[in-house]
């Protein structure tokens, strides 16, 4: 694999103390956090400030504010749906701090609801077995988090400690000299495509003591996905690219309940929140059987693995590309109150939630996997940090726990926050001049998106086996990645440009994905093997990592867990 993306050289240079890539519930916190404590912070965004996946999370952040809830209630439940694969501890960081902040979050101007007495109203969704999910506007509480991050940010935006980049990508993360075993050295910064006019524009170098990725999933490695159109995973293939490891990137959550419009229909998809099914709504095949009762005791509310793999043996028994859920006891009144956004969604489409089934399927939805990080979000390259979905911090293990997303951005972005603050006090952390990386460059043409969309939604999709992997993988090596070199009769097949450079990230995680599913022989969480449908703990309880060798090798090791 490349270890850099073929790209200008840079036009021009910033420099600063840390820099922040992401601007959901952990880049904005992150950001927050790091302006207050070190002089010089850049917030770099690929899009507006208000965009990203933070903004689309329907059912809420989970935290024990419940006086009958506890820690370690919650804890348990995490566990659970982790499928054994959990760290403890990081779980334990998770529900011992997560109620303060998100206490906090109504400090910063995040109205969230509240019952007759004032209190912070709390629902349930799968997997929990307490009422701990805390929710804005009924269905809006990604929006709402966001939204009043967003004004904290913009009311600091002219602040001469922070400067906020947005409609840039970036491009590599920037390391030091090798070291002896030939792997990457710290980092020093970060290359960026700026889409606009002035100063900004183009290519150009950020270099900082500390770099925190906050960029989210890798929904548009599939041809259908929840995830906005950002989310080309391109935080997790430059940290590759950069010589960290990988874990668990072989479990991948597919949502259970996704709006089926169709065969054809591609991109990002409407969510059906787990709240409905929270609230009581019940799963129906297409003949009107309520099947969940008979795969799980906790039915609909069963963890999403379950669920989304109970929908696809069903639809495969009935010859059916979707099933139904059926909110229609609920009522009118409550369900329009409670599900505002997703009613109207609906209603967008011919679907009335309260007098209509409403036709849905898995895809996929979010990553249990990423860049390997400790309690603090350091990964293995010094001075690399990575908070929310793009990291592997051990919460999920090998399925999230719904709501625990927004709660793990949000606790450990303040983490990494405080561990570079006091990195950079104490000189540990320093500006570096950064060094080309041995390896290869790579470009892979915008036009090998839908190639390799089909092969990772046919190889490492919801059931996978290995005669499927291994189709997809040598679709998968089959894809040009030289479409910045000329052939031979003059031609350039692709110019670096955006599209080029997310389509290459896309291709390095999906071939990332599809070696890592093909290796795990086994099946547990968000990682479903046809031919090895049991859950295999004697051989299987470890963490599968992933990192690129000296030569560019992708080289995968087994770590049991602690």
Same mark, same amino acid.
């Not at 019952?115 to 805390?134: K, M, Q």
């Not at 922070?162 to 840039?168: F, G, L, W, Y």
């Not at 998106?449 to 919801?462: C, K, L, M, Y």
């Given at each position: 694999?490349?270890?850099?993306?073929?790209?200008?050289?840079?036009?021009?240079?910033? &420099?600063?103390?840390?820099?922040?890539?992401?601007?959901?519930?952990?880049?904005?916190?992150?950001?927050?956090?790091?302006?207050?404590?070190?002089?010089?912070?850049?917030?770099?965004?690929?899009?507006?400030?208000?965009?990203?996946?933070?903004?689309?999370?329907?059912?809420?952040?989970?935290?024990?504010?419940?006086?009958?809830?506890?820690?370690?209630?919650?804890?348990?439940?995490?566990?659970?749906?982790?499928?054994?694969?959990?760290?403890?501890?990081?779980?334990?960081?998770?529900?011992?701090?997560?109620?303060?902040?998100?206490?906090?979050?109504?400090?910063?101007?995040?109205?969230?609801?509240?019952?007759?007495?004032?209190? *912070?109203?709390?629902?349930?969704?799968?997997?929990?077995?307490?009422?701990?999910?805390?929710?804005?506007?009924?269905?809006?509480?990604?929006?709402?988090?966001?939204?009043?991050?967003?004004?904290?940010?913009?009311?600091?935006?002219?602040?001469?400690?922070?400067?906020? *980049?947005?409609?840039?990508?970036?491009?590599?993360?920037?390391?030091?000299?090798?070291?002896?075993?030939?792997?990457?050295?710290?980092?020093?910064?970060?290359?960026?495509?700026?889409?606009?006019?002035?100063?900004?524009?183009?290519?150009?170098?950020?270099?900082?003591?500390?770099?925190?990725?906050?960029?989210?999933?890798?929904?548009?490695?599939?041809?259908?996905?929840?995830?906005?159109?950002?989310?080309?995973?391109?935080? *997790?293939?430059?940290?590759?690219?950069?010589?960290?490891?990988?874990?668990?990137?072989?479990?991948?959550?597919?949502?259970?309940?996704?709006?089926?419009?169709?065969?054809?229909?591609?991109?990002?998809?409407?969510?059906?929140?787990?709240?409905?099914?929270? &609230?009581?709504?019940?799963?129906?095949?297409?003949?009107?059987?309520?099947?969940?009762?008979?795969?799980?005791?906790?039915?609909?509310?069963?963890?999403?693995?379950?669920?989304?793999?109970?929908?696809?043996?069903?639809?495969?028994?009935?010859?059916?590309?979707?099933?139904?859920?059926?909110?229609?006891?609920?009522?009118?009144?409550?369900?329009?109150?409670?599900?505002?956004? *997703?009613?109207?969604?609906?209603?967008?489409?011919?679907?009335?939630?309260?007098?209509?089934?409403?036709?849905?399927?898995?895809?996929?939805?979010?990553?249990?996997?990423?860049?390997?990080?400790?309690?603090?979000?350091?990964?293995?390259?010094?001075?690399?940090?990575?908070?929310?979905?793009?990291?592997?911090?051990?919460?999920?293990?090998?399925?999230?726990?719904?709501?625990?997303?927004?709660?793990?951005?949000?606790?450990?972005?303040?983490?990494?926050?405080?561990?570079?603050?006091?990195?950079?006090?104490?000189?540990?952390?320093?500006?570096?001049?950064?060094?080309?990386?041995?390896?290869? &460059?790579?470009?892979?043409?915008?036009?090998?998106?839908?190639?390799?969309?089909?092969?990772?939604?046919?190889?490492?999709?919801?059931?996978?086996?290995?005669?499927?992997?291994?189709?997809?993988?040598?679709?998968?090596?089959?894809?040009?990645?030289?479409?910045?070199?000329?052939?031979?009769?003059?031609?350039?097949?692709?110019?670096?440009?955006?599209?080029?450079?997310?389509?290459?990230?896309?291709?390095?995680?999906?071939?990332?994905?599809?070696?890592?599913?093909?290796?795990?022989?086994?099946?547990?969480?968000?990682?479903?093997?046809?031919?090895?449908?049991?859950?295999?703990? &004697?051989?299987?309880?470890?963490?599968?990592?992933?990192?690129?060798?000296?030569?560019?090798?992708?080289?995968?090791?087994?770590?049991?867990?602690?």
């Amino acid at each position: 694999m490349a270890t850099r993306l073929a790209a200008p050289a840079p036009g021009w240079t910033v &420099e600063v103390d840390a820099i922040v890539v992401g601007s959901g519930i952990a880049g904005l916190t992150a950001a927050l956090e790091l302006r207050a404590r070190v002089p010089r912070v850049l917030l770099v965004t690929k899009d507006r400030l208000a965009s990203g996946s933070t903004v689309w999370a329907q059912g809420g952040i989970a935290a024990a504010l419940a006086p009958e809830d506890s820690p370690a209630a919650h804890l348990a439940d995490t566990l659970v749906a982790g499928g054994g694969l959990c760290d403890p501890r990081a779980v334990e960081v998770l529900v011992t701090e997560g109620p303060q902040r998100v206490r906090e979050l109504v400090g910063l101007g995040a109205v969230f609801d509240t019952s007759p007495d004032g209190r *912070i109203s709390l629902t349930r969704e799968g997997g929990h077995h307490a009422d701990r999910i805390v929710h804005a506007g009924g269905d809006a509480t990604g929006a709402e988090i966001s939204r009043a991050l967003v004004a904290q940010i913009e009311a600091v935006r002219h602040d001469p400690g922070i400067e906020v *980049i947005e409609h840039a990508l970036v491009l590599d993360v920037l390391t030091g000299p090798a070291g002896p075993d030939g792997r990457p050295g710290a980092v020093c910064g970060v290359t960026l495509h700026v889409i606009g006019e002035g100063q900004r524009d183009g290519v150009g170098a950020a270099l900082g003591k500390a770099v925190v990725l906050a960029t989210g999933g890798i929904g548009q490695a599939f041809r259908s996905s929840t995830n906005p159109p950002q989310a080309t995973g391109d935080g *997790i293939a430059a940290a590759l690219r950069a010589g960290a490891v990988l874990g668990d990137v072989e479990f991948v959550q597919f949502h259970p309940t996704v709006l089926w419009l169709g065969a054809g229909v591609k991109g990002q998809l409407a969510l059906i929140s787990e709240a409905v099914r929270g &609230e009581g709504a019940y799963l129906l095949d297409t003949d009107g059987v309520r099947f969940m009762l008979d795969v799980h005791p906790m039915a609909e509310l069963a963890p999403r693995d379950v669920v989304a793999h109970a929908i696809v043996r069903q639809l495969a028994a009935t010859g059916s590309d979707h099933v139904w859920l059926d909110a229609r006891h609920l009522g009118g009144d409550f369900l329009r109150r409670r599900f505002p956004t *997703i009613h109207e969604r609906l209603l967008e489409h011919g679907i009335d939630l309260t007098t209509d089934l409403v036709p849905v399927a898995p895809a996929q939805h979010y990553h249990s996997g990423g860049v390997v990080s400790d309690l603090v979000g350091r990964t293995s390259v010094r001075g690399l940090y990575v908070v929310g979905e793009v990291a592997c911090t051990g919460v999920h293990g090998a399925n999230r726990l719904a709501s625990n997303s927004l709660l793990e951005g949000l606790v450990f972005a303040h983490r990494a926050a405080r561990h570079i603050t006091d990195q950079v006090a104490y000189g540990t952390l320093r500006h570096a001049d950064p060094v080309q990386r041995a390896g290869d &460059e790579a470009l892979v043409a915008a036009a090998s998106r839908s190639r390799v969309q089909r092969a990772a939604t046919d190889g490492p999709g919801v059931l996978r086996s290995s005669d499927g992997l291994r189709r997809a993988a040598g679709r998968l090596a089959d894809v040009p990645t030289d479409a910045h070199e000329r052939q031979d009769d003059g031609r350039l097949p692709a110019a670096p440009q955006v599209a080029e450079w997310e389509t290459t990230n896309v291709h390095q995680v999906a071939s990332v994905l599809t070696a890592t599913a093909l290796a795990r022989e086994e099946s547990r969480g968000g990682h479903a093997r046809s031919d090895f449908p049991d859950r295999d703990d &004697e051989h299987w309880r470890l963490r599968l990592e992933a990192r690129l060798d000296p030569d560019g090798r992708l080289a995968l090791a087994r770590v049991p867990l602690g």
